[in-house]
């Protein structure tokens, strides 16, 4: 069985943030994978079509542990099972790319994540590049420029490719 989790904050207000690039993404897949509906469960949405599990926490993005230990405990998976596509401000916008393991890397949703089940599972590293100026949190909680959304579907294709 396989847990794809994506990051992002809960609210329309975040909607088209480059925060929440891991929502973008596994909505895609349950609308273009014919998943079901999104239910309410595990402290966020999931919905569930054969082996796959998604997740979209609503614990906001700091939390997001608490939701991926739920899930991970009731569907018993370990961490071999768990993909998790988050925003990732060391690769330019349009990278996309795969690891197993490794650290939060200041990331508050990942460091969630490995407080509540360890580091050893599956990353979708979504590019979203690094601020030119401001905070970093004011810029992954700002919204893609006009010229990234027009880019932004054939990335989420790219990784979502990389869950198959």
């Known amino acids: 069985m396989k847990l794809i989790v994506g990051l992002g904050n809960p609210g329309s207000q975040y909607a088209f943030n480059r925060h929440n690039v891991g929502f973008m993404v596994v909505d895609h897949i349950q609308e273009h994978e014919n998943f079901p509906s999104w239910s309410e469960k595990f402290k966020g949405f999931y919905t569930k079509k054969g082996d796959e599990v998604l997740l979209k926490p609503q614990t906001f993005m700091n939390l997001s542990g608490e939701s991926v230990r739920v899930c991970m405990d009731f569907f018993k998976l370990s961490l071999g099972d ?61 919204n893609f420029s006009p010229q990234e959304i027009n880019s932004l579907l054939a990335i989420i294709k790219k990784a979502e490719s990389l869950l198959k």
């Open 82 to 142: 768990i993909w998790v596509v988050h925003d990732e401000i060391e690769l330019p916008f349009g990278s996309v790319q795969a690891r197993l393991g490794g650290g939060a890397r200041g990331h508050n949703g990942l460091r969630s994540i490995d407080k509540h089940i360890g580091q050893d599972y599956h990353r979708i590293r979504f590019g979203v590049g690094r601020p030119l100026y401001g905070t970093v949190a004011d810029y992954v909680l700002s």
